[in-house]
Each structure stands twice: as C-alpha cells, then as structure tokens.
T-cell receptor
Framework: QVQLVQSGAEMKEPGASVKISCKAV????????IHWVRQAPGQGLEWMGI????????NYAQNFQGRVTITSDTSTSTIYMTLSSLRFDDTAIYYCARGGRPWSSQPFDIWGQGTLITVSS | EIVLTQSPGTLSLSPGERATLSCRASQSLITNYVAWYQQKPGQAPRLLIY???SRATGIPDRFSGSGSGTDFTLTISRLEPEDFAVYYC???????????FGQGTKLEIK
C-alpha cells in the first residue's frame, strides 16, 4: 500500500528549530516530488516547499525562505523538513504530500497523516 | 502571485441535495491545473479532482469538476452523509513552482 508515514508530534520553544520526517512506503521515493504543506489550527492549507528526492533540488515558498530546509535520504526513503527560528504562529499540523513525477505538473495524490508542531514557552 | 477565492465560505445543505462550490482565480489559469481536495476533521486532505475535471482514483462519480480560465466549480450531484467536510481548490504548476490553495468551503448538514 502506497503511503507516507510521518514522525510524531513535537513541542518546541520559540526560537528553536524542529526537524520532522516523512517516509515513503510502497513506492520508490525517487520517482515523485514531495511537498510540505501546513495547516494552522482551524485554518486552511499553506504550501511550504518541494523537493525532488532523486536530486535533492528544492524550491521554497516565499513566506518560508530562509527558515525552512527540506532534504532527502533515498537510501531510507525518507524526507526531512527543518523549520528554524520557530514562532508561536508556527504551531500547526505539517503534512508531507506526494506530487507528480519530475517535470510534470500534478496535484498531491498521497498525503502523510500529519505531524503536529506546537510552539510554546 | 495567483490568489484563489472560494465561495461560499459555508454551504448548508441536506443529504440528497446538489452542492455547487466555486473557486475563482485572480488571473487566468490557462493550463487548467486545478485540483479539488476534501478534508474531514482530524484527517489529511484527499484528492478528488485534478486537471479541473478529472476524477482521482476511487472517487465516486457524484463528484465532478468543471471550469476554465478563472472560474472553476466542484459539483456533488447528490450529497451523501459522508460528503459533509471542508473542500479546498488548488492551483498547481511546476513552471514556475506554484501551489496555491483557496481558503476552503465548509459543507455542513442543514
């Protein structure tokens, strides 16, 4: 069964960094883009960035430039997302989602279960 | 930056009725790379429609998408109890990388 399995919830203080993971199961990670999307409590969906797992190439939304880093480890079929300089308003559920094959415009067909990041002092 | 505006914000209907959800883009999407997602409480979004009008795998045929340019519509022909959820439209494109969501429409039981 094709799925993305994310790491567990995290609680961090303001100013800290957090690194969460997303493991591809049932398909080869190298064949599709992986995106990160977040959803603040009671709010909508916000795209954060994309990685091409086979090359490690990334592209980040302007709102997160300089604070987010997405990396890939194809040997373990895992994608990592690091968010730094955490603020209270970074409290949200963070989803990884599978996109299309490289150079194809496709929607997000498989989503992880989400990872709750809570920023609290 | 393309902005997607969904309407209405909340739609109150009864099971068996027809639902029409709108998504308007701030500029023309000539590629028609528009998707619709369904999200239920405590769950990740689920892809329903892509390319404005193609149903994703396993999606019932009561869901349909239409539109082009700046105006796109998701129609649910006869509402089932499990259809009450929040729906998001999305514009997606790799050139350049652009993935924008609308603010969502909540479909609630009347």
């Amino acid at each position: 069964q094709v799925q993305l399995v994310q790491s567990g919830a995290e609680m961090k203080e303001p100013g800290a960094s957090v690194k969460i993971s997303c493991k591809a199961v049932g398909y080869s990670l190298a064949t599709n883009y992986i995106h990160w999307v977040r959803q603040a409590p009671g709010q909508g969906l916000e795209w954060m960035g994309i990685i091409t797992p086979s090359t490690g190439g990334t592209n980040y939304a302007q709102n997160f430039q300089g604070r987010v880093t997405i990396t890939s480890d194809t040997s373990t079929s895992t994608i990592y997302m690091t968010l730094s300089s955490l603020r209270f308003d970074d409290t949200a559920i963070y989803y990884c989602a599978r996109g299309g094959r490289p150079w194809s415009s496709q929607p997000f067909d498989i989503w992880g279960q989400g990872t709750l990041i809570t920023v609290s002092s | 930056e393309i902005v997607l505006t969904q309407s209405p914000g909340t739609l109150s209907l009864s099971p068996g009725e027809r639902a029409t959800l709108s998504c308007r883009a701030s500029q023309s999407l000539i590629t028609n790379y528009v998707a619709w997602y369904q999200q239920k409480p405590g769950q990740a979004p689920r892809l329903l429609i892509y390319g404005a009008s193609s149903r994703a795998t396993g999606i019932p045929d009561r869901f349909s998408g239409s539109g082009s340019g700046t105006d796109f519509t998701l129609t649910i022909s006869r509402l089932e109890p499990e259809d009450f959820a929040v729906y998001y439209c999305q514009q997606y494109d790799i050139s350049p990388h652009m993935y924008t969501f609308g603010q969502g429409t909540k479909l609630e039981i009347k």
